[in-house]
Each structure stands twice: as structure tokens, then as C-alpha cells.
């Protein structure tokens, strides 16, 4: 049982590898050691903090120390890193509050004590970051900011419950001073609770949206469907993008609910979790590597398992699995779950997503076709199906009137050189979009402008200041008309250079040359 190893697996992750230095308060704080007893230090440890990134780490509460191992690291910190009789002969206010807290007292502390560092309203200043952000609101629980305040920060430069009284009071009355205790007592808590209830509570309305409202993400998705939809179609793509779809699923209208294997139960001892990849049954000619995916199997003990999705329930980063601290780590954001895939704190809203599985014949297979996602729970692959045949459905009603299909695809499919997919290929595309953009913008200004000496200029008075983003869509309209030249001017010198004139682009050339 060397503390060095055990604090090194454990603790050094959060706390730094000397006690200071990391994202969580220092443990090498001797304050912090007199002003929190042993007890409450070795509960912290054996329980962990609901609702923050400190997990559990007694094998009682699901972790992986024994109660040995938790002594050893408490009393090591605390002989190691404590200064006995560093608060002797002061008054030291409670490690645990004892009242709901002031919160009148606690604004006036506040400006008094805090707002030279943190700034208004706590949203940061030139000394001190922003404590009222939501992601450090979620990662920090009240007796964590009660701590902070009493204890203070040392590697940051933060004071603690003295430094904060005596910064103010250099040359008081030492009576006044000790009054400071009191004043902490009744104001720590409300700091706390100003902080979190008063912004908190708005910065979580936004991050947790409603459940009889939808969520900027489910917008988004909705929007990205139907304009991929509507793409489909105005592109000449939408018999490919339906023939794909149905390429995807030909080996079987339900190949996404195949049941993939991920290898013997006897793989995957109890008591762990392990990473473990397995091949998409949905397979398509571009994937390449991208369909050998990976997830985390924790088997909890007999044929009972849990499957998780590598995904973040953020933004979709993959997460990683740390034994030592038995929690799913995003590195991106900040995210945290337990081992039992429940989030534990950070941005995403909800657990880590989960196949579903069973055991046959000693082999655990999970349903891998739906990819959890975080848009959703599911991927609603029957919603999507509708979705597609619709969009088949109106691009085959046009396709027996117009007769486009045939040629647009042929062009679409028609092969070229790899090389041809740099930058020195997309002059004539832009030239296209900023013709239609000078077409756009000059209706839009046609309808305002009157071509007349007299009104002329009343009308442009009225565009550029009377009209919502009137004076947009007329520099739009004007620097749009340089740019169309200069970027026709350098498509024609890159087609010559590059001998696109040859055959079999012999009249494309020729109707270049004359429209410049």
C-alpha cells in the first residue's frame, strides 16, 4: 500500500501530481487540511460527491480501493502536506456550513471581498476567471465553492478566508478583524447559493431545454433533413441519394438489426470494463475504415452486461474509461459519467447511449445497425425511411414531367482525374454563386431603386438607412460585381493554363471567351 502509487492511480489526476496544480482544489493546502477534518476528507474520498466530477472510490460505493487503501491516503495527505497548529489561536469558521446563509450579507461580501478579482456578477475579471459559467457551476457542488472561499486557492493566487478580510482591512481594529469569522459564517453559504441560484438556475433553463419544447440540436437535425431533402432533388441527386439509401439496406430490409458479435463472454472478466470493436452491418463502397467501430463492455457479473456507445451524449467526442477513478472521461468538454454509464457532470444532459445485447452460445452480441447518436436515444430509422420515401416519391413526379434524371446523373457519375480535387478547380463554381448572388441582390434592389434624377437618391437614403440590412444587400451587390470579374478573369487564364479548352471542351471555351 505506497501512497505514492495510490495517490498517483487516484488522486493525481484531478488534485496534481504534488497535492497542487490541478483542476480540483489542492489537497497539499494546509488550510484546507486544518479546516477540514480527517472524517470528512476520508467520506469525500470513500463516497465521492454526487452531482461533481469526484467519483466514489470505496468498493462499498461501486469503486476499486479498499477501506486500508482510503486510511492510507488520508492520513498520508494529511501528515505529508499538513502544518499542525497553522490556525492556532484563530478563530476558523466551519469546514460544513451551519445556516442557510445571509443572502444580503453575502452580495455585500461579495462586492467587498470578491469582485475586485471576479468582476460584476461574478462573470470575470483581470485576476480572477468567471464563476458564475454554467460548465463550472455543474462541475462544483456547494460545499466545493464554500471550501474555496474559506480555504482559498494558494497555485492561483486566491486567499483564503484571512487574506480575503485582511486585503480589505489592512489597519483595522483587531476586534473587527475577528468579527470576519461571523461574517464568513453568514456569507460563505450565500455566496454559494447567489451563485448558483441566481445564475445557475438561468444557465441551466438553456442548457436543459424543456421536454415539451425542442432542443436547438432537434432543430437543427430537422432543418439539416429537410434541406438535404430539398438538395436531393435541386442538385439532380435525388434518385442517387434514394438509390443509395436502398444500396444500404438491399441485403435485407432489416440488416440494421442484425445482431453483431463482439467475442466470448470469457473476454470480458467481471468486475471490468473493456474496449471491444466490431464491423457495422451497414456497409457502404466510401466507408473504409470508419465501419469498424469501437464501444466499452462492462460486464457486471454473469451474463450481465452493459454495452456503451463510444460517443459523448455532448457533441459526440469519444470518451475514455479510467479504472482507476472508474468514470468515462470527454476530453473535449469536460464530460463525466459513472460506471454505470449515468452521467456524473459536465454539459452532456443525459447518459452515456447504450446497444442492446444478448448472450448465446458463450458470445455477447449487441443490435449495432442504430448507431446512437446525440441527437436522439435512437436513431428513429422508420421516421427516416418515411422521410426518404416522400422525397423519392416527389423527385419521381417531377423526373416523368422534366425527363432530368438520366442526364443529371450521368454527369453527376461521369469519372475524372483525382487530381482535379484541389482549389484550382473551383473558380467556375464560385463564378456561378456570385452571378446568382448579383442576381438575387439586384431584384432585391431593383425594387427599392428608382432610376430617376429625382428620386434617385431619396431611394438610396432609404435603402442604405430605412430597410433592414438594406445597406447589406447593396455592398453585397457591389463588391459582388468585382469579384465576378476578377474571378472570371482568373477561371479563363486557369482553363488555358491547365488545357481544359482541348477536346472534348472545344465549345465550352469558345462560350467563355464571349461571355467575357
Known amino acids: 500500500m505506497d501512497f505514492k502509487t495510490l495517490y498517483a ?97 453575502g452580495e455585500i461580501a461579495y462586492k467587498t471581498y470578491c469582485e475586485s478579482c471576479h468582476g460584476a456578477e461574478g462573470r470575470g475579471g483581470q485576476k480572477g476567471s468567471a464563476i458564475t459559467d454554467g460548465a463550472f457551476l455543474a462541475l462544483v457542488s456547494d460545499q466545493g465553492l464554500r471550501t474555496v472561499v474559506v480555504t482559498g486557492r494558494p497555485e492561483l493566487n486566491a486567499p483564503d478566508w484571512r487574506g480575503q478580510r485582511a486585503r480589505q482591512a489592512d489597519g483595522r481594529a483587531g476586534s473587527d478583524r475577528c468579527g470576519c469569522v461571523a461574517c464568513v459564517e453568514a456569507s460563505a453559504e450565500s455566496r454559494a447559493t447567489v451563485s448558483r441560484l441566481s445564475n445557475h438556475s438561468s444557465t441551466r433553463s438553456q442548457m436543459m431545454p424543456k421536454e415539451d419544447t425542442i432542443s436547438r440540436r432537434g432543430l437543427f437535425m430537422k432543418l439539416g433533413i429537410l434541406f438535404n431533402g430539398v438538395g436531393c432533388y435541386g442538385a439532380g441527386g435525388y434518385r442517387s441519394c434514394a438509390t443509395c439509401f436502398r444500396r444500404s439496406h438491399a441485403d435485407g430490409a432489416n440488416a440494421y438489426l442484425d445482431w453483431v458479435s463482439l467475442g466470448r463472454v470469457s473476454e470480458f472478466p467481471e468486475g471490468e470494463t473493456r474496449l471491444a470493436t466490431f464491423r457495422n452491418p451497414i456497409v457502404m463502397p466510401a466507408d473504409g475504415k470508419t465501419v469498424d467501430t469501437a464501444c466499452w463492455v462492462r460486464r457486471i457479473e454473469g451474463e450481465q452486461f452493459q454495452v456503451f456507445a463510444i460517443n459523448c451524449a455532448h457533441l459526440g467526442c469519444p470518451v475514455r474509461w479510467f479504472p482507476q477513478s472508474g468514470l468515462f472521461m470527454c476530453p473535449c468538454h ?52 418515411a422521410s426518404m420515401r416522400v422525397i423519392s416519391q416527389v423527385g419521381e413526379w417531377f423526373d416523368r414531367r422534366l425527363q432530368l434524371a438520366a442526364a443529371i446523373r450521368e454527369t453527376t457519375e461521369h469519372p475524372v482525374p483525382r487530381s482535379t480535387a484541389s482549389w484550382f478547380y473551383v473558380f467556375g463554381s464560385a463564378a456561378l454563386v456570385v452571378f446568382m448572388l448579383q442576381v438575387v441582390t439586384g431584384i432585391l434592389l431593383a425594387i427599392v431603386y428608382v432610376p430617376s434624377a429625382a428620386e434617385a437618391w431619396n431611394s438610396l437614403q432609404v435603402l442604405n438607412h430605412d430597410i433592414t440590412l438594406g445597406w447589406f444587400i447593396r455592398a453585397l451587390h457591389g463588391w459582388g460585381s468585382n469579384f465576378m470579374v476578377a474571378i472570371v478573369l482568373i477561371h479563363m487564364v486557369q482553363v488555358f493554363l491547365f488545357g481544359a479548352y482541348k477536346f472534348p471542351r472545344e465549345l465550352t471555351w469558345i462560350v467563355g471567351v464571349f461571355l467575357c
Open 334 to 385: 469536460g464530460g463525466a459519467y459513472y460506471r454505470d454509464g449515468s452521467r456524473a457532470s459536465g454539459p452532456p444532459e443525459r447518459g452515456l447511449f447504450e446497444y442492446p445485447y444478448k448472450v448465446k452460445d458463450g458470445l455477447i452480441t449487441i443490435q449495432a445497425g442504430e448507431l446512437p447518436t446525440p441527437g436522439a436515444p435512437t436513431a428513429a430509422l422508420d421516421s427516416e425511411r
Open 9 to 105: 492511480e487516484n488522486c493525481a489526476g484531478c488534485h496534481g501530481v504534488e497535492g497542487r496544480g490541478g483542476a480540483a482544489i489542492a489537497v497539499a493546502n494546509p488550510v484546507y487540511l486544518a479546516v477540514a477534518d480527517e472524517a470528512a476528507m476520508r467520506k469525500a474520498i470513500a463516497e465521492g460527491v454526487r452531482g461533481t466530477s469526484m467519483p466514489a472510490f470505496a468498493q462499498s460505493a461501486g469503486g476499486m480501493l479498499t477501506d486500508k487503501q482510503i486510511d492510507v491516503i488520508a492520513t498520508q495527505i494529511r501528515s505529508r502536506w499538513g502544518r499542525p497548529g497553522i490556525l492556532d489561536g484563530v478563530e476558523t469558521p466551519s469546514y460544513t456550513k451551519k445556516s442557510a446563509g445571509d443572502t444580503g450579507r
